[in-house]
């Protein structure tokens, strides 16, 4: 898999705030201003104004569609959730290990944020790619 991206590619990347809404968005399907607003997890309160600027933001970079819905506009996500996430990681995958997913992969399962039962979904999941091939 390619790991290399254009500077053009990476600044199509989301920000921590922009991540944020499209993961309610992801999870939703889509929603207005107001409902992606009441969909954020408790504590986490920006004003209506910020969420509504995040979104106008997220379509003029191409992450969202918006239709007018009476007096709303209701946000789409453009691109699914695991396409998206595919393209941070090859970015990921090309910058911070040097395109080396084995460099990843080593990170990750020394790292103490994966627990016991997470490594043995992984190491069952790297059973079931090498058994298909």
Not at 55 to 62: A, F, N, P, Q, T
Not at 86 to 111: E, P, Q
Not at 114 to 133: F, K
């Amino acid at each position: 898999q390619e790991v290399n991206m254009t500077r053009r590619e990476a600044s199509k990347l989301l920000t921590e705030a922009e991540l944020e809404l499209m993961q309610v968005l992801w999870a939703r399907g889509g929603g207005t201003a107001r409902e992606v607003l009441e969909a954020l997890p408790e504590g986490r309160a920006p004003a209506y104004t910020t969420v509504s600027t995040v979104l106008r933001i997220l379509e003029s970079k191409g992450f969202v569609t918006s239709r007018k819905v009476g007096r709303s506009h209701r946000y789409e996500p453009v691109e699914a959730q695991d396409g998206y996430q595919s393209r941070a990681l090859s970015h990921l995958i090309g910058g911070l290990f040097g395109g080396s997913a084995l460099s990843l992969a080593k990170r990750l399962v020394s790292s103490e944020a994966i627990d016991d039962d997470e490594l043995r979904a992984l190491q069952q999941l790297l059973d079931e790619r090498l058994d298909d091939r």
